[in-house]
Structure formats: structure tokens, C-alpha cells
């Protein structure tokens, strides 16, 4: 484990003690923080954002996880990938689980869910939208399908994708056995 990896490490560990929503929390806050919409964060626009939360990170710390998640060479770090980075790793179980949930979904077997895959599987006909004349079908199922896409948007969803999304969702929930239930109850696994 190389000095960025620790300092990500007391970093979670920080956020964790905040309770379930500690991560999420910090999500929220640096995101609000990023005024220009850049989705990106100076060393001290990090350093600030960090104290205002009561997050403490010295300055070796502060640029080595800077140039790790700068992508571009800018001096910047990109959000998303620190906020990524940042979430605890999914345990084998959880991990078994949302590639179930992803196969159920993936109907065609590619490897990629489509809108013609949640036809299978999810019906978009009684959304209150349809219903009301507002969006068709392949809006709602489209609208379903971008919340777990990445921000490209493309309207296709790897396996990837699905655990990026489903980390999040895990990083906030305390045991294997909480996430299991929640995963096969929502996907009927």
C-alpha cells in the first residue's frame, strides 16, 4: 500500500465514523463545493472543503491524493474517480450479488443492458408519466436505465457501471446480510 492509498484509507475511515451517510455526505458537500461545475477540485479547494467537514488531511497528504485523480495533468483532481475512490470495496458477497442482479437484467447475455434488456424485466407501462401522456414506455425505460449510467449517458449499462452505482448504495449500509436482503428483494433474486 503506497502513502496515497493510506491517507485514502484514514480519509474513509474519518467518513465511516460519521455513520452510514458519511460518505455520501462528503459526496454531497464537495460537489456543492464545485461552483464551476468543472467536476473537479484544486488542492485547496480539497484542503478547505476537508476542514469545513472537520476532515484532516496534512499537505503531503492533500497533494498526493490531488495528483493521483489528476487526470489531465491540470493540477485539479477529478471528482468522481476521488469520490469513487474514497467508497469502501463491495465484500465478495456483495459483489455476487449486484452481478446477479446485472445478469437478470442483461437479458441478451452481451454483457450490456439496453432499454431492449429492461423490456424483459422492467414494464414502464404504469409509470404515473406514461399514464398521463407525458413520456412514452422508452423514455421511462430510458430514465431507469441513466441511473446507472455513467455520466456519458450512452444508454448502455456495464457490469461496471452497475457496481459503480451499487457501491455507492453499499458504502451505506453496515453489514453483507443488509445489502443481500436489499439487493434480492429489489431485483427478485
Not at 49 to 75: K, N
Amino acid at each position: 500500500m503506497d502513502a496515497v492509498d493510506t491517507t485514502m484509507e484514514k480519509l474513509r475511515a474519518q467518513c465511516l465514523s460519521r455513520g452510514a451517510s458519511g460518505i455520501q455526505g462528503v459526496a454531497r458537500f464537495f460537489r456543492r463545493l464545485d461552483q464551476d461545475g468543472s467536476c473537479s477540485l484544486d488542492v485547496r479547494e480539497l484542503q478547505r472543503g476537508l476542514a469545513e467537514l472537520g476532515l484532516v488531511l496534512d499537505t503531503a497528504e492533500m497533494e498526493g491524493v490531488c495528483r493521483r485523480w489528476d487526470r489531465d495533468g491540470s493540477g485539479t483532481l477529478d471528482l468522481e474517480e476521488f469520490l469513487r475512490a474514497l467508497r469502501p470495496p463491495m465484500s465478495q458477497a456483495r459483489e455476487a450479488v449486484v452481478t446477479a442482479a446485472f445478469a437478470k437484467l442483461d437479458r441478451s447475455g452481451d454483457g450490456v443492458v439496453t432499454v431492449d434488456d429492461l423490456r424483459g424485466v422492467y414494464s414502464g407501462r404504469t409509470h404515473p408519466k406514461v399514464r398521463s401522456g407525458e413520456w412514452t414506455e422508452e423514455q421511462v425505460l430510458r430514465h431507469f436505465l441513466d441511473n446507472f449510467d455513467s455520466s456519458e449517458k450512452d444508454g448502455q449499462v456495464t457490469l461496471a457501471e452497475f457496481q459503480d452505482y451499487y457501491s455507492g448504495v453499499s458504502a451505506s449500509m453496515d453489514t453483507d446480510e443488509e445489502f443481500v436482503a436489499m439487493m434480492t428483494s429489489a431485483w427478485r433474486l
